[in-house]
């Protein structure tokens, strides 16, 4: 079992990486590249760490857990890139990575060892970052998330603002993953030493105008009219989304940890939010 007072280093400290650090007992570390990202961990527990200053960096990375969250681009990871010469040194990396690298299933299930199937560039890239860091860690966790919501970042402040949209595409679902979960489910990883790659989802893959529709309950408001897809003003990033179709299974996090999620389905997770909010 991992040491609970062993460093914790967050390479793209984002929404998902600091909820995990809300749950670390040990020092916790995060890379900076701006000095606005460096009052972004203003009054935390996370210790700044220059992304292109190597000494710090490299004392930073010995050891320690590293949770991966910079987005890849066309060449694969800029993460892997600065840390190279160093990842050999740490205790354990985490990869955070997409369900959408296993493409359209038309509603099926993606289970972990579904073999991918990009079929976008944002998941393309995430296949290829996958490999790099596998080639150079092979004990690599990657950790594959959903949709990713919770306090600050869920339907209630579309609702808010007037930006909430209904758009209903038949047969269309999408997994989430409260953001709690997922800090829970990435704590689970390391503490077990598991390897390989994980779903980090809930168990309800439902229309995201289902979301919307209990948030408004919720809020005793009417929700806002449905919107059929063909006809929506969508982006074409937006659109991308709908393009992809399925159901995430969560079973291999379970079976190698005993993790459990907290909110199993967006209505507990909606729920806890709001009690926050009222």
């Known amino acids: 079992m991992t040491d609970a007072l062993e460093p914790l280093f967050l390479v793209g400290p984002g929404y998902s990486a600091t909820a995990l650090a809300d749950l670390w007992?040990?020092?916790?570390?995060?890379?900076?590249?701006?000095?606005?990202?460096?009052?972004?961990l203003a009054g935390t527990a996370i210790q700044?760490?220059?992304?292109?200053?190597?000494?710090?960096?490299?004392?930073a990375v010995e050891r320690a857990h590293?949770?991966?969250?910079?987005?890849?681009?066309?060449?694969?990871?800029?993460?892997?890139?600065?840390?190279?010469p160093f990842v050999s040194t740490a205790a354990s990396v985490t990869y955070l990575s997409t369900t959408g690298v296993y493409g359209d299933l038309n509603g099926g299930w993606?289970?972990?060892?579904?073999p991918v199937n990009?079929?976008?560039?944002?998941?393309?890239?995430?296949?290829?970052?996958?490999?790099?860091?596998?080639?150079r860690y092979?004990?690599?966790?990657?950790?594959?998330?959903?949709?990713?919501?919770?306090?600050?970042?869920?339907?209630?402040?579309?609702?808010?603002?007037?930006?909430?949209?209904?758009?209903?595409?038949?047969?269309?679902?999408?997994?989430?993953?409260h953001v709690e979960d997922i800090a829970r489910g990435l704590l689970s990883l390391i503490e077990a030493n598991a390897e390989g790659a994980f779903n980090v989802c809930d168990e309800d893959a439902a229309p995201p105008q289902d979301v919307i529709t209990y948030a408004a309950e919720l809020m005793a408001i009417d929700p806002p009219p449905e919107i059929d897809f063909e006809a929506a003003d969508l982006s074409a990033m937006a659109r991308s989304f709908y393009n992809e179709c399925k159901r995430v299974s969560n079973a291999k996090l379970k079976a190698a940890?005993?993790?459990?999620?907290?909110?199993?389905?967006?209505?507990e997770g909606l729920e806890s939010i709001y009690e926050i909010l009222d």
Request: include cysteine; charged fraction near 25%; charge should be positive.
């Open 257 to 267: 940890t005993g993790w459990r999620p907290l909110y199993p389905t967006y209505r």
């Open 48 to 59: 700044p760490v220059w992304i292109d200053d190597p000494e710090p960096l490299k004392s």
């Open 138 to 177: 092979p004990r690599l966790k990657i950790a594959r998330l959903p949709g990713i919501y919770g306090p600050g970042r869920s339907a209630f402040a579309r609702l808010a603002s007037g930006n909430a949209r209904r758009i209903v595409k038949p047969s269309q679902v999408f997994s989430r993953c």
């Open 25 to 40: 007992s040990g020092p916790i570390y995060g890379t900076v590249r701006s000095e606005q990202s460096l009052k972004k």
């Open 110 to 114: 993606a289970m972990d060892w579904t």
């Open 118 to 135: 990009p079929q976008s560039e944002r998941a393309e890239r995430r296949v290829t970052a996958e490999r790099l860091w596998l080639d």
């Open 66 to 84: 590293l949770i991966i969250s910079v987005p890849p681009d066309d060449e694969g990871c800029p993460a892997l890139r600065v840390l190279d």
